[in-house]
T-cell receptor
Framework: EDQVTQSPEALRLQEGESSSLNCSYT??????LFWYRQDPGKGPEFLFT???AGEEKEKERLKATLTKKESFLHITAPKPEDSATYLC????????????FGSGTRLLVRP | NAGVTQTPKFQVLKTGQSMTLQCAQD?????MYWYRQDPGMGLRLIYY???????DKGEVPNGYNVSRLNKREFSLRLESAAPSQTSVYFC???????????FGEGSRLTVL
């Protein structure tokens, strides 16, 4: 069964304190690993797609990496505006249309 | 450029009532989706439409029906609402080349 597990559930950081969020997934038939950001009361917003182990993508203070079993979202010197819930999703083994989402990591960055 | 537009944004229903959530996208995407989001459970796919004229079940389709009215519009219907359908519903469309999902702002449904 396709599964995506994110950790930690919640993370509090001081402004400037770098950290990483983890997303582990069942391995078979991966069709892309996706990261989204969701602000309260809003729909998720796309950040990155990774397809193969070793791949890395960056956007401002965020860098996503992928291994054979997990993905990390590294946040370097975060700012309060980075506070949001970060969602990880994998493409389904039987269909790329059926994304499987994790339950997210709620990030709070304090000034 | 509006992206994905959902209506209504809020709705309260009584058990057994019916309603339809509307969704429209203006990005010329072929694929559209309906998700529900519940606390601690993440986003779960209800139905999707890979292209105009096709619809398929997702992870949690029971109690719902969908209609892909045309390339732009994809509606979700609750025929007889139940309290277990209290949730936030998101419509999304996707770019065929990147697989990136574009989400609407959500429809918050409460069933009493």
């Amino acid at each position: 069964e396709d599964q995506v597990t994110q950790s930690p559930e919640a993370l509090r950081l001081q402004e400037g304190e770098s950290s990483s969020l983890n997303c582990s997934y069942t391995v078979s038939g991966l069709r892309g690993l996706f990261w989204y950001r969701q602000d309260p009361g809003k729909g998720p917003e796309f950040l990155f797609t990774l397809y193969s182990a070793g791949e890395e993508k960056e956007k401002e203070r965020l860098k996503a990496t992928l291994t054979k079993k997990e993905s990390f979202l590294h946040i370097t010197a975060p700012k309060p505006e980075d506070s949001a819930t970060y969602l990880c999703a994998r493409g389904g083994a039987d269909s790329s249309y059926k994304l499987i989402f994790g339950s997210g990591t709620r990030l709070l960055v304090r000034p | 450029n509006a992206g994905v537009t959902q209506t209504p944004k809020f709705q309260v229903l009584k058990t057994g009532q019916s309603m339809t959530l509307q969704c429209a996208q203006d990005m010329n995407h072929n694929s559209m989706y309906w998700y529900r989001q519940d606390p601690g459970m993440g986003l779960r796919l209800i139905y999707y439409s890979a292209s105009e004229g096709t619809t398929d079940k997702g992870e949690v389709p029971n109690g719902y029906n969908v209609s892909r009215l045309n390339k732009r519009e994809f509606s979700l219907r609750l025929e007889s609402a139940a309290p277990s359908q209290t949730s936030v519903y998101f419509c999304a469309s996707s770019d065929v080349h990147t697989g990136e999902l574009f989400f609407g702002e959500g429809s918050r449904l409460t069933v009493l």
